[in-house]
């Protein structure tokens, strides 16, 4: 067996048959229905390709493949398969495969209409595929499948936004085997076949009748409908006649050609409004409705109804349907009387309701109607299925609109009008029945000669309906007779009047009859009209079997047809009307004399005088006879007749030009073939002509002449053909002589041509009259006469006509007319003819180009010749003809296309679309030129310019065309094989033309225009839509590369090339094409990336040369990065091409530093832009969008400096936060920009948004939105200094009005901060881990503001929605390397708590609660979390010895809120609190939340009481149950003390705060009394009990000294708080200051907080974290278990945290005992407690006592509680912050409260947020003037201050924005970073006893005056700057905004000392530079 593989010769193509898996090695995964090239063959295997994934090749068995036949090119390597099958079958299996892939798609996307749209066309087509391939259609109806399947495609690909398909006769054109003319021609018409349908002038109507709905019928009924013209009162079409039965139904219901019926050949004119389709319904019957059955047995026809419906309905049912089949419902109505019948239809139109009624049963008619529009032959292609079941069809009366050669009818329609009876004695009036009969000439009745309507058959006797008692009946009742042509001489009409009794048996009386003969004597048919018969008299037994009795009488009144027998005068009387529509018979009495001509000889003049007034139909029908009479008298005598017969002949040539009978032109044609024997007519025919045309220059009237010379192309057919039949008779006899005359004809026509109108325009409309006819000359002269004498002919012809282009428009349009159907002329498609017409041709073209006239007749011109003249260099004809066009229209090509395309673009749709065909058909022929030109032609003309300015001109131009002709607006959307030929047209060109550059415009000739042209063509060449393959599909990939190459790659190399050339001369184009050349490299195409990046390295080269650096590279590439990525361009794959690239060019050079440096900034660069646009994909604004928005703004600030687009984006930024309504977000942001702009009168520019307007006029704007956005956000205090700063403004310049509004803003934000509520976000740490997260998230962590009520479960998943592919991380331990670096996302959430740096504010127990709230949440600058762990051994009994914490703070780059809901963690601090700290914080934590809660209730601040009470009864039974003593078991003992000695301190803290908490609950419980209710009286009492129990138990009998002054010092209802009796200690070596924070000290602020200890040991260590609200959350709380822990044992520090991912309940990593450790860290220290305490059991009544009054603020002992139960309360410690770097912590508490903050009045002049107080020590030298309330202080700024005087340290100057007086857009720098030290010892406060202090303030304000501002002096004091809060660059330790001033504090007057300090702290703002304004 052979294992080699060998090549197949025949086997190449095949297609699959069934799937194979490839799991075999080297298998090749096949489908059914993929085709697969086969390269080689072994052993029944393949080995071979996909077609569509020609990449990837393998093998696969052989019988799993059927092969088919197939061409190979270019055999070998790089073969390509063409299938040998029908092209249309090609196509339809590739688009079925690409629609098969697209289709499904639309499922995806829920595009369910298109979806089975498409399903159902595809599988049309499959079923037309099967019908091809089997072969065994005939030839006509193979092309009626294979347009029904080209037209599909069409549809498909048009539905589905695929190309459209160049066809010529159903296949697919090659672009490369066609002119590109012809292509566009092609293009164009399949364009406007889809775009724009002609519009049919043939119209039909489908209608199907279905029921009559009627009660009671009983009776049979017949249905007429037809076509009614309300305009003109009478019927446009025949009637459609259906027979119901008594049930109202069809009465044949198998028979639907009975039922259905179209009405057909309606014209346009028939569709408009008062064109109705009328109903009339006759019952068959008793003669009255409601008659017995024994009164008469008779059946009469009677009237039942009648209906209408408008066309108007119908149409617009149509609009709104689209072509669908609709039903209708028509009402019937029955007039009032019968004599009225006649015109029911009339007065229902007219809508005269008195007439007419509802019929007694209210019948309703159904019926289907459709419009369906084309000729009939094109709607049975259509809509077979109506021709197939059947279906009636009723014709229009009368011919329709175009008369065809074939149509034959012979139809004579009679309307039953009226008559008059005489009653005939009888008392009443008659019952009139009609009777109708078509007899011969023998008198025998005519079969079936009667029509009652389509339908039906017809009949041999109609009767017609009776009205009753009428002796005037009125009928109108029309009726059709089709009689045979033979039958119609002698045949005549006769009528029988009956009268038909209904009280006898109902038999009819026979009373009269009429007749009318059908034809005269003469041959004439009865004329149309109305027709008033004579009734005769005759009995019921009278006999009509001999009609030649009575035909001899008279039948109609007036003896109008000369009967010689008199009749006696008769009253009676009866009216018809008649209308003949007949091909064979003729009413016209002159046109029978014509073709009689021979019977009268005498009357040859007169006949042919009146010929002319022969109507043109009648004329037609008898086409042949009337020539053959006409030529008759012709041969008879041509000296005497030849005039009269040539202009009898120019009449019916001229007749036959008329739309109505235009398709008798082939008859007449056939005539002239076939019939026409005048062979001697030539010599007559040339005479009369050539008279005629001698006699055009005289003649005062020219439309006879006129008339002759439109004729003159049929004329010359029956010259020619005369002379043919002549020369066949004998045998070529007188040729000289014809040939002669014809040369004669022509001279007098070229004389006749040159004459040029002088003043008068009857010359040379005649002149335009012969122009226009004289190109249908030429195919008959070519008969007889040479190609090249009638070329020679036709040329000086042409040549005659004046060249002269200000003669009349008109002429010169015929002329140009002319002249293209020259070109369209058989004549010109012969080479030997062409080149002596040719130069003719394009002189005059040459002319009307020049002028810009005639373009649609000239680019039509062009269009053929182009088609015509083939490319074939191996032609010497075609080569000099293309010489020829190049040398006459390569110039004035160029120039039409530049005029057009820089007109106006017209405003009509109809004239816009002639601009744009006119374009595309001069492109086309300028591209068919050039791909025509050889390197010869392209040679010949660079040498043909005399000067190098010519070539310039040249150049500039086809290089501005070409930037024209690929605009993506110059050919449809859909037209790419137009656009990818016109690519390869353009590259071509590009390569000739750029050796012409390089060789006359380099070195000394260099042009920078021509260079700077050539370079943009490239770059918009390559940027082309139509060439980005990327976007293709990988079958068009594939073709397109196949045939064009990557035509991107070829012109990158071409620039590339160009531009080594340059030299020197580069310099010239940096940094102009920086931009170009950046979008060039931006293409996604390797190849072509790596030809162009190289450039920037040049650029960069030369720059460095120039002027040393290369700034403007740098500039130029920043700014064009930005807008070209936020296109959509770039990919991260060009970030790393970019960069390895540039840097390994970089490596050789001198200035490798700087280079690598601009590389790394361009890459980070890219890198943020890229994450910037696809967070923009994503419609909803998330953080992702918010937090990139937020890094790109940040690197134009501080890594690049551009200001322009750090505004651009932080505009951007602002509408995001608008979007996600981050109202406070949005402010901050837009006071970005609003703090680059000064209060100055500086115009600035148009620029984003906003006019032009003054710096001050933009800022007030600023000032006003951002307002507005804190208004919105509640972010009050911030919007009352922006209030004051702009009031400050008004103030100045005088504006009260505006001032007063400030005012009241400022009063309402006040009444707001007071009155609403705010609630308190929660804060998270989101850490962003793995490479697969954008780059400005990847690796890092970010502390997150949430929303509102939004807690950490519900944060979590809103995180992993927007980041659907991450992984949420259990454990908030910090991540491994791995995970760093692993290519997936994962997210770390967990809560954190924030630590505000504003604690004076918040201690102070007198400020609502409310107030404090918002310095408690914002500029927050660190975080932290906690997590507990034991360390050392673990006393089970006293676990508190052992449990320590772990406390990490997080300091972030910016404070939040900020311009995001989230910043980045700069830096984190962990720190390890003792157990013996942690209970400190604890207590203290307590002490102070019972401090507010007593002053709270004592100050009235309370509704009610409950939250005391809670309190206190949480602390006192915790300690009562032995919480405290399990801290004095674990820190008092001996041991304890002896082994931890530096401890001292702390312990005697500890046993401070014991004793402290002791003597605040006792002081609790005095208040408490005070305040308690009656009923919880009891309570009380238990609490004084076991608060004695707590004291004897601690050992407490009486307080020290130092705390026996109460704690709260009540003074005017005003609560005053001694602080820190004890403020610091000096440390044992008494140099460094420590900082001890008093009881009283640590803020109020903290919301959580932990009770003391109970009695009780456990198992396991527990911090239990409770809940605190604020007063009015706490006045509305209810007692409730989850509040109370009164049965807690040890307690840990309330910061103390547990290790649980998310909270204690559920988690996954909690064990059963929750035991503490590092791997099981907390993620949410709010929601869950440290360690869970196995609960104490309790009695009934102490449980029910613990529902109602538990603590929330005691620790908890249930680990199942909510999370909100388990909060804690943050509090900072000294120990845990300052980490030993820096001595910002060492200033005592009292160094605070002396100065509280105060917001001072913003000052008139200067930006606040540029304004940075800077404090150092001397600002305390000198003292104040008065003593200061301690709520007040004039040394506290507004804002976040860059130095924080609470904690002196290093002190960091933000980065900050320096403007200048001439730009709107100040720079960015970098501040310079200062020090500030204690230098003059320490910093001290003396303790005031509180009645001191009282008083001390109670002087205080009886002496001030009141001021806004403590820094004030008084009159003429200057303000000093308030700064604005801070959104970006405040240093982790500066204030936030201080608390605004209460309308009550007095102002206090500064001293010198401290203007002095103002003075020296107000830093100096750095030296603007200059930028443009905006």
């Not at 976000?1321 to 997150?1344: A, H």
């Not at 919301?1647 to 239990?1664: F, H, T």
């Not at 003059?1880 to 303030?1897: A, N, P, V, Y």
Request: one cysteine or more.
């Amino acid at each position: 067996m052979s294992t080699m593989w060998i090549p197949t010769d025949n086997e190449k193509y095949g297609v699959v048959i069934s799937g194979f898996r490839g799991t075999v090695p080297h298998g090749l995964p096949l489908e059914v229905g993929d085709t697969v090239q086969i390269l080689e063959k072994c052993d029944g295997w393949y080995r071979g390709f996909v077609l569509k994934s020609p990449s990837i090749k393998g093998i696969f068995p052989a019988t799993y493949i059927h092969l088919k036949n197939a061409n190979v090119k270019n055999k070998g390597q790089f073969e390509t398969i063409i299938p040998t099958e029908d092209s249309v079958i090609t196509e339809m299996t590739g688009t079925l495969r690409e629609w098969g892939i697209m289709w499904k798609q639309l499922y995806v996307k829920n595009e369910g209409d298109l979806f089975h749209r498409l399903w159902h066309v595809m599988n049309e087509l499959l079923d037309l595929r099967r019908q091809v391939l089997v072969g065994h259609l005939t030839h006509d109806r193979m092309k009626d499948v294979k347009r029904h399947i080209t037209a599909r495609l069409d549809w498909g690909n048009e539905q589905m936004g695929l190309d459209l398909v160049p066809r010529k006769e159903f296949s697919m054109v090659d672009p490369d085997e066609i002119s590109v003319t012809e292509l566009y021609k092609l293009m164009e018409h399949r364009h406007r076949k889809k775009d724009t349908p002609i519009p049919t002038s043939t119209h039909h109507l489908f209608l199907q009748m279905k029921s009559l709905m009627c009660a009671n019928l009983g009776e049979e009924l017949e249905v007429f409908f037809s076509i009614y013209d309300s305009r003109e009162n009478h019927p446009v079409s025949e009637r459609f006649f259906v027979k119901l039965n008594k049930n109202g139904l069809p009465k044949f219901p198998e028979r639907m050609e009975r039922q259905c019926t179209l009405f057909v050949d309606l014209g346009s004119s028939d569709l408009r409004k008062d064109i109705y389709i009328t109903v009339h319904i006759i019952r068959l019957g008793r003669m009255a409705a409601g008659e017995k059955k024994n009164t008469c047995n008779a059946q009469y026809r009677r009237p039942f109804g009648c209906a209408v419906l408008s066309i108007a309905d119908l149409l617009q049912t149509e609009r709104d349907t689209r072509d669908s089949k609709e039903d209708h419902m028509l009402k019937v109505y029955m007039c009032n009387t019968e004599s009225e019948w006649y015109q029911i239809h009339e007065n229902i139109i007219k809508k005269l309701n008195a007439r007419y009624n509802l019929t007694s049963s209210n019948a309703g008619l159904s019926v289907a109607l459709q419009l369906l529009h084309g000729d009939i032959d094109q709607i049975r292609r259509e809509y077979p299925v109506l021709f197939t079941r059947g279906v009636a069809i009723t014709r229009k009366l009368g011919f329709s609109d175009i008369i065809m050669p074939g149509d034959i009818r012979n139809d004579l329609y009679v309307t039953l009008e009226r008559g008059e009876f005489e009653k005939g004695g009888k008392s009443v009036a008659r019952n009139v029945d009609v009777t109708m009969y078509v007899l011969d000439s023998e008198g025998q009745i005519l079969k079936d000669c009667i029509s009652l309507g389509s339908g039906e058959i017809p009949v041999s006797e109609h009767h017609s309906f009776v009205l009753y008692h009428n002796n005037s009946p009125r009928w109108a009742e029309l009726l059709k007779l089709p009689i045979p042509v033979d039958k119609f001489r002698g045949a005549h009409i006769r009528l029988e009047f009956r009268h038909c009794s209904t009280k006898e048996k109902g038999e009819k009386k026979l009373f009269g009859f009429s007749f009318v003969p059908l034809m005269q004597e003469d041959g004439r048919t009865l004329p149309d009209g109305i027709h008033e018969l004579l009734v005769h008299k005759c009995e019921e037994n009278t006999n009509f079997q001999d009609p030649a009795r009575y035909l001899k009488l008279q039948y109609c009144k007036g003896n109008l047809h000369g009967n010689s027998q008199p009749v006696k005068a008769s009253k009676e009387s009866f009216w018809i009307s008649s209308f003949l529509c007949s091909t064979k018979l003729t009413q016209n009495g002159d046109l029978l004399d014509f073709l009689k001509w021979r019977a009268h000889p005498e009357r040859i003049c007169d006949i042919l005088s009146k010929f002319k007034d022969i109507d043109g139909a009648e004329i037609v029908k008898f086409l042949q006879d009337t020539l053959d009479a006409l030529f008759g008298i012709l041969d008879e005598n041509p000296q005497k007749y030849g005039l009269k017969v040539f202009d009898s002949l120019v009449h019916i040539i001229n007749l036959l030009q008329d739309i109505k009978f235009q398709h008798f032109k082939p008859v007449m044609d056939t005539y002239i073939e076939s019939h026409f024997a005048g062979a001697l007519a030539y010599r007559d025919l040339i005479k009369v002509l050539k008279r005629y045309i001698d006699r055009s220059i005289e003649a005062e009237r020219q439309e006879h002449i006129q008339d002759v010379l439109r004729a003159q192309e049929y004329i010359f057919k029956y010259i020619i053909h005369s002379r043919s039949l002549y020369t066949l008779a004998t045998g070529g006899q007188n040729e000289e002589e014809f040939r002669s005359s014809i040369y004669e004809l022509f001279q007098s026509v070229r004389y006749f041509l040159s004459i040029e109108s002088q003043g008068s325009s009857i010359i040379t409309q005649t002149q335009a009259v012969f122009l226009s006819s004289f190109p249908a000359v030429y195919s008959e002269l070519l008969k007889l006469i040479d190609v090249r004498e009638v070329a020679n002919l036709v040329r000086d012809t042409l040549r005659s006509m004046p060249d002269v282009l200000h003669v009349e428009y008109s002429l010169e349009a015929v002329k140009l007319q002319c002249i293209a159907k020259t070109v369209e002329s058989q004549l010109f498609i012969n080479p030997d003819s062409r080149c002596i017409l040719l130069p003719v041709v394009l002189h005059h073209l040459h002319m009307h180009l020049q002028d810009q006239k005639d373009l649609i007749m000239c680019a039509r011109i062009l269009s053929t010749m182009f088609c015509l003249v083939k490319k074939d260099s191996s032609e010497i004809t075609a080569s000099e003809e293309v010489d020829m066009l190049v040398d006459s229209l390569l110039g004035v090509l160029l120039r039409t296309i530049l005029e057009i395309s820089n007109r106006s673009q017209p405003s009509g749709p109809t004239i816009r679309l002639q601009f744009q065909d006119v374009t595309g058909e001069f492109v086309a022929c300028l591209l068919a030129l050039l791909r025509q030109m050889t390197d010869k032609h392209y040679q010949q003309l660079l040498e043909s310019f005399a000067s190098k300015d010519g070539l310039r001109d040249f150049l500039l131009q086809i290089f501005t065309v070409f930037k024209i002709l690929i605009r993506p607006e110059m050919f449809p959307k859909d037209w790419t094989i137009m656009r990818l030929v016109t690519n390869n047209v353009i590259i071509t060109t590009i390569l000739y033309l750029s050796d012409a550059l390089r060789k006359n415009f380099l070195n000394e000739s260099f042009d920078f225009k021509v260079w700077e042209s050539y370079f943009y063509l490239a770059v918009i060449f390559i940027n082309q839509p139509c060439l980005q393959l990327e976007i293709f599909s990988p079958s068009k990939r594939k073709k397109v590369l196949e045939k064009y190459g990557d035509m991107r790659v070829m012109m990158g190399c071409e620039i590339f090339s160009m531009w080594q050339n340059l030299g020197e001369h580069k310099l010239q184009f940096i940094p102009g094409l920086i931009g170009p050349f950046l979008e060039v490299t931006l293409v996604p195409q390797a190849d072509l990336r790596n030809v162009m990046i190289p450039i920037f390295h040049d650029m960069m080269d030369w720059e460095q040369r120039r002027t040393g650096n290369f700034k403007q590279v740098e500039a130029k590439l920043i700014d064009k990065l930005d807008s070209l990525m936020s296109e959509g361009k770039g990919d991260e794959t060009y970030r790393e091409l970019f960069n390895s690239i540039l840097l390994k060019k970089i490596e050789r050079e001198t200035w490798r530093e700087s280079g690598i440096s601009l590389v790394a900034t361009v890459t980070r660069l890219m890198e943020r832009l890229l994450d910037y646009r696809d967070c923009m994909k994503v419609t909803e604004v998330d953080g992702k969008k918010i937090g990139c928005t937020v890094s790109l703004l940040n690197f134009y600030k501080t890594e690049i400096n551009k200001e322009e687009m750090y505004i651009r984006y932080i505009h951007k930024l602002y509408d995001l936060h608008l979007k996600a309504q981050n109202f406070t977000e949005a402010a901050y942001t837009l006071l970005l920009y609003d703090e680059l702009l000064e209060w100055s009168e500086r115009p600035l520019r148009e620029f984003l948004h906003y006019p032009m307007q003054t710096e001050w006029q933009r800022k007030e704007i600023l000032h006003l939105t951002i307002i507005q956005n804190f208004d919105k956000g509640k972010c009050w205090e911030n919007g009352i200094i922006l209030c004051r700063e702009l009031a400050d403004q008004y103030e100045t310049f005088y504006d009260y009005r505006n001032l007063s509004k400030m005012r009241m803003m400022e009063a309402a934000f006040y009444d707001k901060i007071m009155d609403q509520q705010r609630l308190e976000p929660e804060f998270f740490r989101v850490g962003f881990y793995g490479k697969k997260f954008p780059f400005f998230l990847r690796n890092k962590e970010f502390v997150c503001r949430g929303h509102d009520y939004e807690r950490l479960e519900a944060f979590q998943q809103r995180m992993l929605n927007e980041f659907p592919h991450a992984i949420a991380m259990q454990h908030a331990n910090q991540p491994e390397e791995t995970i760093f670096q692993a290519d997936a996302q994962y997210l770390q959430i967990y809560a954190v708590i924030p630590i505000p740096d504003n604690h004076e504010i918040l201690q102070k127990e007198a400020i609502p609660d409310h107030i404090k709230s918002f310095y408690r949440v914002n500029n927050i600058w660190r975080f932290r979390y906690d997590r507990p762990f034991h360390k050392g051994i673990k006393d089970k009994e006293n676990e508190f010895k052992s449990l320590w914490v772990e406390r990490t703070t997080l300091t972030l780059v910016q404070s939040l809120p900020g311009i995001s809901r989230w910043f980045e963690v700069d830096r984190r601090e962990v720190v390890e609190m003792s157990p013996l700290e942690n209970a400190i914080e604890v207590l203290e934590n307590k002490n102070q939340q019972l401090r507010t809660l007593i002053t709270q209730c004592q100050s009235r601040q309370m509704q009610n009481i409950n939250p005391l009470t809670m309190c206190l009864n949480g602390v006192i039974d915790a300690a009562v149950n032995g919480g405290l003593a399990r801290y004095q078991e674990a820190f008092f003992v001996k041991d304890y003390i002896l082994n931890h000695p530096e401890d001292g301190d702390k312990i005697s803290r500890l046993r401070e705060l014991m004793f402290e908490q002791a003597h605040i609950l006792e002081y609790g419980l005095a208040v408490h009394e005070k305040f308690v209710p009656q009923d919880m009286r009891p309570l009380h009492k238990k609490l004084v009990d076991q608060f004695f129990v707590m004291k004897s138990r601690l050992g407490i009998q009486d307080f020290p000294g130092y705390a026996r002054v109460s704690p709260i010092h009540l003074t005017n209802g005003s609560p005053r708080t001694c602080r820190n009796p004890t403020l610091g200690a000096v440390s044992p070596d008494g140099a460094r200051l420590v900082n001890r924070r008093s009881p009283l000290s640590y803020p109020a602020f903290n919301r959580y907080s932990s009770s003391s200890l109970s009695s009780q040991a456990s198992a396991e260590v527990s911090n239990i974290t409770g809940q605190s609200e604020s007063s009015d959350e706490v006045f509305q709380m209810q007692a409730s278990p989850s509040t109370s822990s009164l049965s807690s044992t040890h307690s840990a520090s309330p910061n103390v945290t547990s290790s649980a991912p998310s909270s204690a309940r559920g988690s996954p990593l909690l064990s059963d005992k929750h035991k503490h450790s590092r791997e099981n860290t907390c993620l949410s220290p709010r929601e869950r407690p440290c360690s869970a305490i196995y609960p104490i059991s309790m009695e009934p009544a102490q449980q029910t006592l613990t529902q109602q009054i538990g603590d929330p603020c005691m620790p908890r002992s249930d680990p199942n509680l909510s999370a909100p139960e388990k909060v804690m309360n943050p509090t900072p410690s000294s120990w845990s912050l300052d980490s030993g770097k820096e001595a910002r912590n060492c200033v005592p508490d009292s160094a605070r409260l002396v100065s509280p903050p105060v917001p001072p009045r913003p000052p008139h002049t200067g930006s606040p947020a540029k304004t940075y107080r800077s404090f150092s020590p001397q600002a305390f030298e000198t003292p104040p003037a008065h003593p200061r309330s301690p709520h007040k202080s004039s040394v506290q700024s507004l804002t976040p201050s860059p130095t924080d005087y609470q904690s002196l340290g290093p002190v960091y100057n933000s980065p900050v924005l320096s403007g200048s007086s001439s730009s709107g857009i100040s720079s960015l720098s970098r501040g310079s970073v200062t020090e500030t030290t204690l230098t003059d010892g320490t910093i001290t406060c003396t303790l005031i006893g509180s009645e001191e202090l009282i008083k001390r303030e109670n002087e205080t304000f009886a002496c001030m005056p009141p001021r806004y501002n403590l820094s004030e002096h008084g009159t003429g004091t200057s303000r000093r700057r308030a700064p604005l809060p801070h959104s970006l660059s405040v240093p982790p330790n500066a204030e936030p905004p201080a608390l605004p001033p209460k309308p009550h504090v007095l102002r206090v007057h500064r001293s010198e000392g401290e203007n002095r300090m103002d003075e020296i702290l107000v830093r100096p703002r750095s030296q603007p530079r200059k930028v443009s304004q905006l």
